[in-house]
C-alpha cells in the first residue's frame, strides 16, 4: 500500500534563512507526488507537483522539490523563508488507478524573526 | 479550470442532529469524489470514495451508517453526518479529479462543531 512519511513534525528556522521540508513515499510504481500547504483554518493549496519528467520541479512561492527515486524521496525546498510562509505542509502522493491522495502526517513550519 | 467547491464551509450543529456537507465539481464532472476528515493538528485521512451512481467505498474503520455519502450525479456528492457527536466535530474536505488524472482537486473544507 501506498504510505507517505514526513519525518519532522515541526520545523524552525529563521526568517530569510533556508528550507528545507523531508518526504519519502512508499509506492510501487512511479508516483505522482504532491506538496501541499494550509494555513490554520484553512484549506489546502498546492504548492507543487510531479508527474515526470525533470525531477526538479518547481512551484509556487519560490518552493520547489527534487524527486530522487533512489531514496523514495521529494524534499520541499525554499532558499529563504519568509515570516508568512508559517503554515503545515503536507506531501501527498496520489495513485493513478484509484486516483486517491493519501497524505503525510505533516509538518508544521515556524518561522522566526 | 477545475474548481471544486463545498458547502458550507462552517456549520455548527445540536448533538444528536444530522448534517449534511455538499460537494461539487464546478466545471467538470467526477463520476468519483473523495472525502477526508481532518482532527486538529493532525493530516487528511481518506473516510471514503464516492461514486457517482452507486454505493460509497468506505476506509477501514468509517462508520458508513453515521457517515452516508450520496453522489447522485456527475457534479455533485454529499456527505451526511447523522446524529452527530461532539467527537464528530472536525475538519471535512471533500476532492475529485479530472477523467483519467492523478491530480485531485480540493473542496475549501467545512468546519464542523457539534455542541
Known amino acids: 500500500a501506498q504510505s507517505v512519511t514526513q519525518p519532522d513534525i515541526h520545523i524552525t528556522v529563521s526568517e530569510g534563512a533556508s528550507l528545507e521540508l523531508r518526504c519519502n513515499y512508499s509506492y510501487g510504481a512511479t508516483p505522482y507526488l504532491f506538496w501541499y500547504v494550509q494555513s490554520p483554518g484553512q484549506g489546502l493549496q498546492l504548492l507543487l507537483k510531479y508527474f515526470s519528467g525533470d525531477t526538479l520541479v518547481q512551484g509556487i512561492k519560490g518552493f520547489e522539490a527534487e524527486f530522487k527515486r533512489s531514496q523514495s524521496s521529494f524534499n520541499l525546498r525554499k532558499p529563504s523563508v519568509h515570516w508568512s510562509d508559517a503554515a503545515e505542509y503536507f506531501c501527498a502522493v496520489g495513485d493513478p488507478g484509484g486516483f486517491k491522495t493519501i497524505f503525510g502526517a505533516g509538518t508544521r513550519l515556524f518561522v522566526k524573526a | 479550470g477545475a474548481v471544486v467547491s463545498q458547502h458550507p464551509s462552517r456549520v455548527i450543529c445540536k448533538s444528536g442532529t444530522s448534517v449534511k456537507i455538499e460537494c461539487r465539481s464546478l466545471?467538470?464532472?467526477?463520476?468519483?469524489m473523495f472525502w477526508y476528515r481532518q482532527f486538529p493538528k493532525q493530516s487528511l485521512m481518506l473516510m471514503a470514495t464516492?461514486?457517482?451512481?452507486?454505493?460509497?467505498?468506505?476506509e477501514q474503520g468509517v462508520e458508513k451508517d453515521k457517515f452516508l455519502i450520496n453522489h447522485a450525479s456527475l457534479t455533485l456528492s454529499t456527505l451526511t453526518v447523522t446524529s452527530a457527536h461532539p467527537e464528530d466535530s472536525s475538519f471535512y474536505i471533500c476532492?475529485?479529479?479530472?477523467?483519467?488524472?492523478?491530480?485531485?482537486?480540493f473542496g475549501q473544507g467545512t468546519r464542523l462543531t457539534v455542541v
Open positions: 476532492s475529485a479529479n479530472l477523467a483519467g488524472g492523478a491530480e485531485a482537486f
Open positions: 466545471d467538470f464532472q467526477a463520476t468519483t
Open positions: 464516492s461514486n457517482e451512481g452507486s454505493k460509497a467505498t468506505y
